[in-house]
């Protein structure tokens, strides 16, 4: 059974905006860092966010490319991380992967945004932004 299901996907308009939800109500492992990623065929995966739990409140991160235009937020009662995205560029398109099992952290600032340190993936939702 899938422990991490993304939803919200769909096609827009330059501008538009879109809002992906991870519900990781299954996934019953360690919550150090939740992420987004996406992907285009024949490129690697790339980190969009990521947000991970601190005693003092989530610590949150983001690629260069989409800091100001998207937000991500998790709901801890609902056991669900969100993605809103807005202002989108054709740039965005590409399958979105709620990740889970992140580093902790100690780990290094590049770490949360890197593929290989979560343990636990979704099968993706598809975006696409036309011009």
């Known amino acids: 059974q899938e422990q991490l299901v993304e939803s919200g996907g769909g096609s827009v308009q330059a501008g538009g905006s879109l809002r992906l939800s991870c519900d990781a109500s299954?996934?019953?492992?360690?919550?150090?860092?939740m992420g987004w990623f996406r992907q285009n065929p024949g490129t690697e995966r790339e980190g969009v966010a990521a947000?991970?739990?601190?005693?003092?409140?989530?610590?949150?991160y983001y690629a260069d490319s989409v800091k100001g235009r998207f937000t991500t937020s998790q709901n801890y009662y609902e056991n669900k991380v969100y993605l809103q995205m807005d202002n989108l560029k054709p740039a965005d398109t590409g399958s979105y992967y709620c990740?889970?099992?992140?580093?902790?952290?100690?780990?290094?600032?590049?770490?949360?945004?890197?593929?290989?340190?979560?343990?636990?993936w979704g099968r993706g939702t598809q975006v696409t932004v036309s011009a």
């Open positions: 947000i991970c739990a601190d005693a003092g409140g989530d610590r949150i």
């Open positions: 299954r996934y019953t492992y360690s919550r150090n860092c």
């Open positions: 990740a889970a099992g992140g580093p902790g952290s100690g780990s290094s600032y590049g770490d949360f945004l890197n593929p290989s340190k979560y343990a636990y």
